[in-house]
């Protein structure tokens, strides 16, 4: 391995280590998304709660607090709370029009899982977060703290995926 590689690899891991964002993508999009977002806080005229143990997420939970925002019978924006054998993981998805433009992802490790903590969030415990940022339900731009890399495609999926199954269990239980 040459010494450009090794530096490279050795800057990233401390960077990522000392909480620097690691980002991937086009941030031009970033700013419209964020205008979005804003409107979708601001556009609510029915908020719905939800406490379930069915499994709505592809990784393995053992019970989801669901929060679902709609203006006008329409969702804009669920998040999804929910307890993992590793610790808690929280999901904002944020719909404009009835497609996704952003989502919101944090995972806070139980004490007993520590040992390899790479970032610690406000409240000073080991996690992660990720934000991804969708134009024409593609995802265009992506930032972490807390991971080494950028998300695999099939994880993108996963979490898209997440998202209509939580969206489906609201608009049943309506």
């Known amino acids: 391995m040459n010494r450009s590689v090794i530096l490279l690899t050795l800057i990233l891991l401390s960077t990522v280590s000392n909480g620097q964002e690691l980002v991937f993508g086009d941030s031009t999009v970033v700013n419209s998304i964020k205008s979005k977002t804003s409107k979708i806080y ?30 006008k019978d329409t969702i804009n924006r669920i998040i999804a709370i929910s307890m993992t054998q590793k610790g808690q993981l929280g999901t904002e998805w944020y719909y404009w029009n009835n497609e996704l433009i952003y989502v919101y992802e944090s995972f806070e490790y139980f004490e007993e899982q520590e040992k390899n903590c790479k970032w610690k969030n406000f409240k000073n415990l080991c996690a992660w977060e990720s934000r991804y940022y969708f134009v024409n339900e593609k995802l265009e731009y992506q930032k972490h703290k807390g991971k080494l890399s950028s998300i695999r495609n099939d994880l993108i999926n996963e979490l898209i995926k997440d998202g209509n199954s939580i969206r489906s269990y609201v608009v049943e239980h309506k």
């Not at 601001?42 to 709609?70: C, P, Q």
Request: no cysteine.
């Open 42 to 71: 601001e556009s609510k005229d029915k908020t719905s709660f939800y406490l379930t143990k069915k499994r709505l997420r592809k990784v393995k939970t053992y019970g989801t607090n669901i929060i679902a925002h709609s203006k």
